[in-house]
Every structure is written in C-alpha cells, then in structure tokens.
C-alpha cells in the first residue's frame, strides 16, 4: 500500500512488485490473498482480492485476512510509517511474517539512527546530519526524507548556501523531516539478499540503478544487472557488514551502495537499507533461474544460478518492463 494517486512513482513501483510476486508464487502453486486499492485496476480469478476503499481501516482489515494465511509478504514502503505499522499489526497474528520485524523496520526506516548505528559498528557510509549549524562549510551534500522510499524528494545541493536556501525556499521538501549527506560519488548501485533465520544469507545479483536528474532532483527510474564480478565481490562484503547486528532482519533485503573507485571497495559507501522488498526484485526474477521463490519461501540452500535467457543482462524501469542489454 502506497500513499499518493496512481500517477505516484511510489504506486508504479509497488503495483510492479506485487505483480511480479504473485505471478512467481502461483507458478510454485501458492494461495494468494491480497489487499489492493480501489483505483488498483486488477483481475485475476486466481487470486482472492480484497478492495480497500476510502474510509476503511488497513489494519483491521490486514489482520482478519491474517487469520486464515500461512504466511504474509507486505509490499508498502517506509514512509510515514506504512511498512512499520503493517509489519506490526502482522506480528500481532499468528501468521508467519517472512520479513524484516517491525525492530529492524524501525532502525533501517530511520536514515539518521542507522547511521548511527553504522558509525558504532565500522561501516563506511557518507557523514549525515540532522541540523543545518552541524553541516561543514565546504562539499556537495545531498538531503532527503528521514524515512523517505524511492528516492523521493531527494536533491543535490552545492554548497552550504544553496542549502540553506533550500530549507528555506523549497516548498517540495520544507515540511519534510530531512537529513543532510555528504554526496559520494561512484557506481549508485543495490544488492538483494534474502536473510533466513539463523542469519545465513543467500545473496542476489548485484544492480546498477538508473538515476533520473532534473532540476536538482533526483529519481529511482530502474536498474540493470548483473554488474561485474569484481563490484558483486564487493557489494556482497560491504552488504555483509551493513546487515551485521541488526535484530530482526529476514527474508528480502535491499542494501543501497555507492562503489568508488578503488578497485579494493576502500572508497565503498552503504548508503541505506530497504527492510523490505525492492524493485529490482522485477528483474532480478528473470535474472536467476528459477525465480527466487524457492530460496524466499522454502529456504532452499542451492546456489543462485544466472539465467542463460539473458547471457548479457537486463535492464528493467519501475513500471515492471524488461529489456536484454546488448552490453554488460
């Protein structure tokens, strides 16, 4: 569930994941029941839908369809705490959430907090700050949502000036909760995992993301895979560290990198984690064969095998279309 019209970035993205999802699980043979919008245009007789209409609670209805589920998958972004509040009514059921705890939720949808929590435990990741008196007089920043998803509302900033104006002036992010980052620069890239519960982690390919960048804003418009093996190596290790000694981490995981130049990672950047499933997951599905179903939902151990149907890769948008790359 998404906040915003169906013209939002964040309601293209999530309609894409949810389709792309249920396909894989009624292949495996999986029950589906799912709760959709009512400007959601959707018909599929294999799938038990629930409309939610202005007026009725998420929630309620979220738990009562709980009861007769195995297990639940929540697609809902961080912001404004949706994805908190879901997983948190879900953990109030007895159906099996096999996804990150609302603890793990609460920390990673805190950009500020887990920054903190990266400095305490070694992780590189670009200084971040809260308040503008904080922010040092020289260097390019960027400043976003404290709790935001898809890069919304995220922008590049100059200097210290341009900043503060800005805060003051754009009436596109003053009345957001922001952090402010130091701008890195390098491959902006993400790697899926999926973490079981003994904390063993079977990763994904890694993704290049396609950055849209107009007026100083910035915009999640896709991805492309497989990278490099050289930048898989590094992304899995930085992941590794980014995910190490959060309580509650589990099932699909997405880490946000920037990978520098330095071919040994020494100028590698966690720059957030998506507690949740991502969009990549739409092409990474055709990515690996089979789909990542088995090793999500059955915990299988087997390694993850690229698909020969893409021998060069592919390149998928946030509306769920894919295309073969003609170079990786």
């Not at 994941?17 to 294999?46: C, E, P, W």
């Not at 929540?74 to 908190?84: H, N, R, S, T, Y």
């Not at 079981?196 to 990763?203: A, K, L, P, Y």
């Not at 993301?209 to 107009?214: A, M, V």
């Amino acid at each position: 569930m998404v906040k915003g019209g169906v013209d939002s970035p964040l309601f293209a993205e999530g309609k894409a994941m949810l389709m792309a999802v249920m396909n894989d699980l009624i292949q495996y043979g999986h029950n589906i029941v799912t709760i959709i919008r009512d400007d959601f245009s959707f018909d599929d007789l294999s799938v038990q839908i629930h409309r939610l209409s202005f007026g009725k609670s998420l929630i309620s209805l979220l738990k009562s369809l709980a009861i007769d589920c195995d297990a639940c998958v929540i697609i809902a972004p961080e912001c404004g705490g949706i994805l908190f509040e879901m997983v948190r009514a879900i953990e109030g059921t007895s159906v099996l959430n096999i996804g990150c705890s609302s603890t793990a939720v609460a920390l990673c949808a805190d950009k500020f907090q887990l920054y903190k929590f990266w400095c305490a435990n070694n992780v590189p990741t670009p200084e971040t700050w809260l308040h503008i008196d904080d922010v040092p007089r020289e260097g390019e920043f960027i400043i976003k949502p404290l709790d935001g998803a898809g890069s919304q509302c995220v922008r590049i900033i100059k200097d210290l000036q341009c900043l503060k104006k800005s805060l003051i002036y754009d009436d596109r992010i003053k009345n957001e909760k922001l952090i402010i980052q130091r701008l890195v620069h390098g491959i902006t890239s993400s790697i899926s995992c999926l973490v079981r519960e003994n904390g063993s982690i079977v990763f994904m390919p890694a993704c290049g993301q396609i950055i849209g960048y107009q007026d100083g804003c910035l915009s999640y418009e896709g991805g492309w895979s497989p990278l490099l093996k050289q930048f898989q190596i590094r992304s899995e290790r930085l992941a590794k560290r980014a995910l190490n000694g959060i309580r509650g981490i589990l099932g699909w995981v997405g880490v946000d990198l920037v990978l520098g130049e330095s071919s040994d990672g020494s100028d590698d950047f966690a720059i957030e984690i998506n507690p949740r499933l991502t969009t990549s997951y739409i092409g990474i599905r055709q990515l690996i064969a089979p789909s990542p179903i088995p090793w999500w939902i059955n915990m299988e151990d087997r390694p993850v095998v690229l698909n020969e149907t893409w021998p060069k890769g592919l390149q998928w948008d946030k509306s769920g279309k894919v295309i073969s790359l003609g170079v990786i």
